[in-house]
Structure formats: structure tokens, C-alpha cells
């Protein structure tokens, strides 16, 4: 393989294209963390006082995302719904989803670097996935708050029985999963 | 090997708990995307016996570029690959893929240097489901290629100053056969009967008996050495002389070194001589004196794989250098050292040429500090290049600069005749 035209000092010549299509860029993925964080820290607490505990969590798990600041945000939201009754609005199934969108994101903040390129189609998966589960999780979370969530008077007949046996299926789900011999 | 499904879990089942605890419905219903999604990636992480493998292609796309193709058989249930990718030793890139786009990369990439060079390098990590990321970076993937320099046609060619042998092409002072005609001599014992010239004998000869001859001169052949300084590798970017990024500092002394030593070594050998190579770097890559094409291709590999060595040789003594041999020191004469050898090499009666290798230096992206210490380091070279000349040494820039002569016609004033004068070589 010869180099060619050396003695006439050619000029260099850019690299070339990377090579696959990847136009959206790594950091896009971590602004977006932040974005939804801050919606989701607005939705719960106000445009005040935990409100900002909630910017710095997002800002923290956009920057340091090997932290898992991320999960800690979902719990910090989570604990913000301490104080609310549970009553059927856009409210709460925005922040249903969000919190999963969350979960995404901080996945994807984890793995990818701020730096790099991402190609749409290894978004699509993730995409799918959250549709796939959202749909099913909203339409439970839907009926969940028509039967279960109690009444103006502070009444939930149903409540404690129905919170015991998904906790317990849930913890039994999971425990089943971790604890499987891979 | 899946630290975010971790968290994710250990998150999932907080909330649970809470959620229990608390009587909440909210933080229960917050929780189940996350069981879910958490269930789904463990169960689709990738059996830990799969291996990832590779097979990367460099071939020559023409045009001074090579084409590169990393195939890449993934593990089942792959779901995106982080691709960090290099080319030519520059800052890599990332590119996070899709597992089916991650099959075949492919791509071109302009060669800018000639030596040993690593092409691209690719480094793969592999994510499952749920952004798990299943996989440590794995080793690198790298492709290498030893480039051929180009080559120059040298139609003009310095000869040492004895020339060798009874062989050759080159024209000798003494007498034999081969050569131009020399002088008409009268017949003596040892004088060829063919070499009688019978019309001069008739013109000459006074008496019967008495011949005269032809006489010729012999042909020989020139015993060359060249002599490599790999020690350092700078372009011709200035701005680029510390990081030295081999996309970014342009033209390298190297690579002017190894055009000129393919180029002088071709043109020696094809003209009959002999010819041998010495890297100063590396006792290695020291190829006798010989002619010959087999020779002619150790040369070309030897020289093509020169490589800078970036640590100052030492040697107590000069390299050894074949009797009456020319040497050419091809060099940057950015240190003393190559100085020191080719006044050891002129004092032992060698003519010995200096190849300047040193690129026309470029000064974009240079701030004023490197401009200044470009003119120092300038100023010391332009001593050592004056201490070689008032010893006899004859200097060859081999770059063009502007306004100098083109290289065929300084080949051609170094080709004229010497005549020695002292330890001066004086030019006619």
C-alpha cells in the first residue's frame, strides 16, 4: 500500500464519516433527564422549597450519572407523595409515567457518555419497551384509583387487603428474579 | 455487570415497601413500571458463555485510503453497543448503536503518513435491555498497516569518493575493460591480442613488430550506507511538535526520511551498486552493504518500518562503515548527535552527504511562545548545519522549499565531480 503524493506535502484531509448514522448527540440524552426531573420536582412539591432539592438531584444525576443520583430522584419524588391523597387525575398518571421515563433516562445517562452519538434506532427499543409497559401500568393505575383510593372522608374499604397482596406479589416477583441461579 | 437494573430493583422494592407501609396507593402504582421494567431486563440479560466475535479487514481502497470492516457476531439478546472508535491514533469517538447496526462498521479512511500506523481501533461495550450494561469495554480491536513511502524518481547519482570493484556502471580511473576509451599505449606483455589497434600500428609504428593498443577504463561500483535518524518524528505543523497527533501535524520528518531513503536506495541499486541501511535507533534494523533486487526489497521493508524511537541513541562508536563508502545521514539535525557521527564518518576519509528531512514548517494553530521556540530551536539547527558544512559535509535538503531549486537539480550539483582538497571537498 503506497501513500501517494508525500513529496508534494498534501494537505491532510478530514477523517472520515463515522461509520454509521448517529445524529443525535450523547448530552441530549442527559438534558432531557434534567428536564423531565425538573417537570416531575414541579408536579410534586411546588416551585418551592423541596422543589430545589429536586433541580440539584437532577442536575447531580445528569453529571455524575455513575452516582445513580437518578433513582434517588424517583425515591425523592416518590416520598413527595406522602403528604397527597390518592384521587384520580392527569397528575398522578403524568408522574406514573414520568418516573418510568425517569428510570429510562438515568439508564441511559448511566451507559452512554455525555461525548458520544447516538443512532434514533438504539432509542427505539427502550421507546417500545416504555410503551408496552406504560399502557398496561396506566389502565391499572386507572382502576386502581376508581376502586381503591379512599373516599372524601378518609373510608377505604378495600384499600389495606388490595396494597397487601400486590406488595406481597410484587416483593415475591422480585425476590424470585434475583434470587434465580444465572 | 448490571448496576442500573440493581438500582432499579433495589429503588422498585423501597417503593413496594413504602408504599405497604404507608398505605399508599400513589407510590405503589410508581413502582409497578418499575418492577416490570426491572423483571423484564433481568430476564433478558445475556447468558454469560456468549461471546462477542470479531473479525476486522483492512484492504486498499486506491487513492491513498484504506477501507476498513469490523463483522461482529453479537451475543443473543444484545440489545445497543457502545462503539468507541479511533482513527489513525486520533481522539476516539463514541457512537452508541443498535445491536443489528453494530454487525458490519465500515468506513475509509485517508492514509497521511507512510510506516507502521495504527489505522482504527475499535472498542466495543455491550448493553442489554433496560440500559443494563452487560459488558466491561472489550479488548480493543486494532487494525495495523506498514505503509510503502512514496518514492522518487533520483535520475542523478552521488558517487563515493573511491569507487569499488572491476564491476559496475560507473566509470573508473583505472584502467580495465568496460569503461571509455582511455589512451592508445604501446603493446606490452599482459595486453590482450584483441586490444591491437591495427590503424594506430600503421600510423605509429616505426618499426616491425612494434603494436599499439586500445586501451579502456574499468567500470566500478559505489558501496553506499544509508543511515537513518528515527530518534524523533516531527511535522510540519509546529503548532503540533509536543502532542505530535499523527491527523494533525501534516508531513513528518519520517516520512520525508523514508521517501528519500526508498528513493536513493532504488535508485543505487538499479544502478549496479551496493547498499546498505542503518536505523541509529536500532541495532535491528542494520542491513549489510549488497545490490540486487532481493536486496532491494529488504532495504524497502527496513526502511518502511522504521519507527521513531523517541529516546536518544548512544554509541561509543560510529557505526561501522564499509571502505570508500558514501554515506548519507539522513536526519531533522534537531540534536548533536547525528553531527557528531557524520564528522566521525568525514574524518575517516567517507564522503558523506546530510539529509535534511526536516519538513517546511506551517504555523496555524501556533501561539507566539511556539513560534519562538521554533525560532530557537531553528537557530541551533542552523549551527550544527554550518558546523557540517565548514567540516565537509555536503548538505541535500530533500523537501522543496519556495524558491529553491527543484531536488533533481541539487542531486545534479552533488552528482558533479569531487576533487579533494585536504578534508575539504571542493566542487568543479
Redesign the interface.
Known amino acids: ?7 508534494t ?2 494537505r ?2 478530514a ?6 448514522r ?1 445524529p443525535i448527540p ?1 448530552a441530549a440524552v442527559r438534558l432531557a433527564l434534567v428536564a423531565v426531573a425538573v417537570a416531575l420536582a414541579l408536579l410534586v412539591y411546588g416551585p418551592h422549597g423541596w422543589f430545589y432539592v429536586g433541580v440539584l438531584l437532577a442536575l447531580l444525576a445528569a453529571s455524575v450519572p455513575d452516582y ?1 443520583f437518578g ?1 434517588l430522584l ?2 425523592f ?3 413527595g ?2 403528604g ?1 391523597r ?1 384521587v384520580l387525575d392527569w397528575r ?1 398518571l403524568v ?3 414520568g ?2 421515563l425517569l ?2 433516562l ?3 445517562s ?4 455525555w ?5 434514533p ?2 432509542l ?3 421507546l417500545r ?1 416504555f410503551v408496552v ?2 399502557v398496561p ?1 396506566q389502565l ?2 386507572v382502576g ?2 376508581e376502586l ?2 379512599p373516599a372524601a372522608n378518609g373510608h ?1 374499604p378495600l ?2 387487603a388490595a ?2 397482596l ?3 406479589a ?2 415475591a ?2 425476590a424470585r ?2 434470587l434465580r441461579g ?1 | 455487570m448490571a448496576p442500573t437494573l440493581v438500582a432499579s430493583a433495589a429503588i422498585a422494592v423501597l417503593l413496594a415497601a413504602i408504599a405497604v407501609i404507608a398505605g399508599n396507593l400513589v407510590i405503589a402504582l410508581m413502582a409497578l413500571p418499575l418492577i416490570v421494567a426491572v423483571s423484564i431486563g433481568w430476564d433478558r440479560l445475556p447468558a454469560a458463555d456468549d461471546q462477542l466475535s470479531t473479525r476486522l479487514t483492512l484492504t486498499d481502497a486506491g487513492g491513498g485510503h484504506v477501507a476498513y470492516r469490523l463483522e461482529t457476531t453479537l451475543p443473543e439478546r444484545v440489545a445497543a453497543v457502545v462503539v468507541r472508535q479511533s482513527l489513525l491514533g486520533a481522539e476516539p469517538r463514541e457512537l452508541v448503536l443498535a445491536g443489528p447496526q453494530a454487525g458490519e462498521l465500515a468506513g475509509e479512511v485517508a492514509l497521511l503518513h507512510s510506516g507502521p500506523q495504527e489505522v482504527v481501533r475499535f472498542e466495543l461495550r455491550l448493553l442489554g435491555d433496560e440500559q443494563a450494561a452487560i459488558s466491561l469495554p472489550e479488548d480493543p480491536i486494532v487494525g495495523e498497516l506498514v505503509v510503502a513511502p512514496a518514492s522518487t524518481r533520483v535520475r542523478s547519482l552521488p558517487l563515493p569518493v573511491r569507487l569499488q570493484g572491476m564491476t559496475g556502471t560507473h566509470e573508473s580511473a583505472r584502467l580495465g575493460d568496460g569503461g571509455e576509451f582511455r589512451d592508445i599505449h604501446p603493446f606490452s606483455p599482459g595486453d590482450r591480442l584483441r586490444r591491437i589497434d591495427w590503424r594506430a600500428t600503421a600510423r605509429l609504428g616505426m618499426n616491425a613488430g612494434e603494436l599499439y593498443v586500445r586501451r579502456t577504463n574499468a567500470l566500478a561500483d559505489a558501496t553506499v550506507l544509508i543511515v537513518m535518524d528515527s530518534r524523533d518524528d516531527v511535522g510540519e505543523e509546529v503548532a503540533e511538535w509536543s502532542r505530535n497527533a499523527a491527523g494533525k501535524k501534516g508531513l513528518s520528518s519520517l516520512d520525508v526520511a523514508r521517501e528519500a531513503a526508498s528513493s536513493l536506495a532504488g535508485a543505487y541499486i538499479a544502478a549496479g551498486d551496493r547498499v546498505g541501511f542503518q536505523d541509529l535507533s536500532s541495532r535491528a534494523r542494520m542491513i549489510a552493504h549488497a545490490g540486487g533486487t532481493r536486496h532491494l526489497w529488504k532495504l524497502a521493508r527496513a526502511i518502511e518500518v522504521t519507527a521513531p524511537s523517541q529516546v536518544p541513541f548512544r554509541h561509543r562508536r560510529a557505526p561501522i562503515v564499509p571502505p570508500g563508502a558514501l554515506v548519507y545521514l539522513l536526519s531533522s539535525l534537531l540534536d548533536d548527535q547525528p553531527v557528531d557521527l557524520a564528522l566521525r564518518w568525514l574524518s575517516g576519509g567517507h564522503r558523506v552527504i546530510a539529509v535534511d528531512v526536516l519538513p517546511p514548517p506551517r504555523f496555524v494553530r501556533a501561539d507566539r511562545r511556539q513560534r519562538i521556540a521554533h525560532r530557537m530551536i531553528m537557530m541551533a539547527r542552523d549551527d550544527r548545519i554550518r558546523t557540517l558544512r565548514s567540516h565537509g559535509v555536503e548538505l541535500l535538503r530533500w523537501a522543496t522549499d519556495e524558491g529553491a531549486l527543484p531536488l533533481a537539480a541539487r542531486l545534479e550539483l552533488l552528482s558533479r565531480p569531487v576533487r579533494r582538497r585536504g578534508s575539504r571537498a571542493v566542487r568543479r
Not at chain 1, 1 to 7: H, I, K, Q, S
Not at chain 1, 15 to 20: F, I, M, N, W
Not at chain 1, 110 to 113: E, R
Open positions: 500500500m503506497n501513500v501517494g503524493e508525500l513529496p506535502l498534501r491532510l484531509r477523517p472520515a464519516d463515522l461509520p454509521a448517529a450523547g445513580m433513582w424517583i425515591l419524588l416518590a416520598l407523595e406522602l397527597h390518592a398522578i408522574l406514573i409515567a418516573v418510568h428510570h429510562i438515568a439508564g441511559l448511566y451507559v452512554v457518555p461525548r458520544s452519538w447516538l443512532s434506532v438504539a427505539l427499543a427502550p419497551r409497559i406504560q401500568c391499572i393505575a386502581a384509583l381503591l383510593a377505604r384499600t389495606f396494597f397487601t400486590a406488595g406481597a410484587a416483593l416477583l422480585l428474579l434475583l444465572r
